[in-house]
């Protein structure tokens, strides 16, 4: 069998606690993220259209609502814009199309 390789340490270590306050910061934020009609309908659209293109789990919708929520509390905003939304997409797209790539992806929902 193939052997899993052990992750290595970040170069820097303070990166990992920058990570773990950012994930804390993401999971403890009392006030729920804004979505307007217009990006809630995008967003559902986008999804289904990804998961028709690649056979994604419907379990990814929650992580990518997950991602879109860290992503605008970096940039200290209290609602997924459109941008916000196309943008975390794009990365979403590429790393699926990645993980297609090395068969990382199952055929089936």
Known sequence: ????AQAE??????SLDAARFL???VTRRPRPLQIS???????????ATVRQELQVRPELCHAWMGL???HCLTFAEEELTAERWAAVLQLERQRLLRCAQEGLLSTGS
Do not use: K
């Open 1 to 4: 069998g193939a052997r899993v």
């Open 9 to 14: 340490r970040p170069a820097n270590p303070g």
């Open 23 to 25: 994930l804390g910061l």
């Open 37 to 47: 009609d217009q990006v809630g309908n995008r967003f559902s659209e986008d999804f």
């Open 68 to 70: 879109a929520r860290a």
